[in-house]
Each structure stands twice: as structure tokens, then as C-alpha cells.
């Protein structure tokens, strides 16, 4: 059963020659490339899996990272109550 009804191009060589040649077998005339799609692509074990789970340990991890942050800049004193070198205006006047 040879279907030229659709217009596929080859990955191979770039040319519109591809033709179903059998059942989810499709075959380019031009270089001989010939992809077999009646079976599913097999995925390697656990790769979206993995990919998963690694995004959830970067969301705990951004998450405490924000809280710590968070914690110490509450507890760390601000720029206004830091003490200088040099006297300011107020504190060098003399009576």
C-alpha cells in the first residue's frame, strides 16, 4: 500500500518523497530513511520521573532559602541604628 496523499518530508534528506510503504512503516524513495511508528517511542526509565522530582526539590529549596532570608533580615539591624565613626550634627553641638 503505497499513500502519496500526504506531503511528509523526510528528516534524512529534506525532500517530500516520503511514502507509506506498510502499516505505520514510512519510507523515503529519495535516500531509503524508513521509520517504523506503528510501536510508541519507549521513553528511558524514570527520565520524566526524574526530571519531576528535581523540580520539586528546587521549589523546597528556593522556598527556604526566601525564609531564611526573610528570617534573618528581620532580626538583623537596619541601616538607621547602625552607630558611625563620625559624629553627626546632634550629638557635636556644644551649649
Excluded at 24 to 45: A, K, M, V
Aim: glycine share 6%; charged share 20%; with cysteine.
Amino acid at each position: 500500500m503505497l499513500d502519496k496523499s500526504q506531503n511528509v518530508e523526510c528528516p534524512n534528506c529534506g525532500k517530500n518523497t516520503v511514502i507509506q510503504s506498510q502499516e505505520g512503516i514510512y519510507r523515503c524513495l529519495s535516500c531509503n530513511f524508513e521509520r517504523d511508528f506503528s510501536e510508541e517511542p519507549q521513553l528511558e526509565s524514570g527520565s520524566g520521573h526524574s526530571l519531576f522530582w528535581a523540580s520539586v526539590v528546587a521549589a523546597f529549596l528556593g522556598f527556604f532559602v526566601l525564609q531564611a532570608s526573610k528570617y534573618i533580615a528581620s532580626y538583623s539591624p537596619d541601616a538607621d541604628y547602625q552607630s558611625s565613626s563620625t559624629p553627626t550634627a546632634a550629638e557635636t553641638q556644644i551649649d
